[in-house]
């Protein structure tokens, strides 16, 4: 758990909340207690999503899926990143159908992609992590990325490819339109993807050199054309 995941609770309060893990012999009734408390004494979603991904591997995967219905979008997201952690969001992929005729990974995959536009920081990248993590086992995740890449607000943009980016994923495709975003922050993103894809064609090379000599933002010509260089070399 980083820094910036624990800043939002003290140390009283994480002590009480593993109290309510280890006193209580039934991991679903953890589980549930843990999720209901989320908003409880200051504590931050991200502070219990190691303690309920130890209970869903324990047994509590079914509250866990539970909260994945959940109206309150904290819930929703601890859910998500506590059962991705916990290494259930995949196999939870090849089948398993809740309500809606929707599978617990794609539920999972949703919440993510919600997180990714939390104002939050460490809650979006949280977020982004688990995501990069699905790549490489859940093709639909990287499409839905791809679809928000193209759709989404600025931040979520920008996050879409900064998960690729960590995974080495993304189409080449997907990433060029990035690289003609409005929004700067967007572009330094899909170039960050593009300089981990592996290999880029001879026009995306043409591109990122055009941004290098003409782009208005002096950090997108800088990191362009450093990207230029090294694959020059």
């Known amino acids: 758990m980083s820094g910036n995941a624990r800043a939002g609770i003290g140390r009283g309060t994480r002590r009480r909340y593993k109290a309510r893990v280890s006193d209580d012999p039934g991991s679903m009734a953890q589980a549930e207690r843990l999720l209901r408390g989320l908003n409880e ?11 309920l991904a130890e209970l869903a591997r324990g047994g509590a995967e079914a509250a866990l899926l539970g909260a994945l219905q959940s ?3 904290d819930r929703r997201l601890a859910a998500a ?10 196999a939870a992929t090849s089948g398993t159908v809740s309500a ?3 599978s617990t990974g794609e539920q999972v995959q949703r919440a993510l992609l ?11 990248w949280a977020a982004a992590v688990e995501l990069a993590g699905l790549l490489a086992f859940a093709p639909a995740a990287l499409q839905l990325l ?12 920008r996050m879409a490819f900064y998960c690729m980016s960590r995974a080495g994923a993304g189409e080449e495709a997907v990433l060029l339109d990035g690289l ?14 593009l300089g981990r894809s592996g290999g880029i064609s001879d026009g995306a090379l043409a591109s990122v050199e055009r941004l290098a000599d003409d782009h ?3 950090a997108v010509r800088r990191t362009a054309s450093e990207y230029v260089r090294r694959l020059k070399r």
Do not use: Y
């Open 41 to 51: 004494e200051g504590a931050a979603p991200l502070e219990l999503v190691d303690s």
């Open 100 to 102: 809606g005729n929707v």
């Open 114 to 124: 919600a997180g990714l536009a939390d104002t939050r920081s460490d809650r979006r």
């Open 146 to 157: 791809s679809v928000l890449s193209r759709e989404g607000s600025p931040l979520q943009r």
């Open 180 to 193: 003609a975003d409005q929004e700067s922050l967007v572009v330094l993103a899909a170039l960050s993807a």
């Open 81 to 90: 990143l506590a059962l991705a952690r916990a290494g259930l969001a995949g």
């Open 71 to 73: 109206s309150e979008g």
């Open 216 to 218: 208005c933002d002096s």
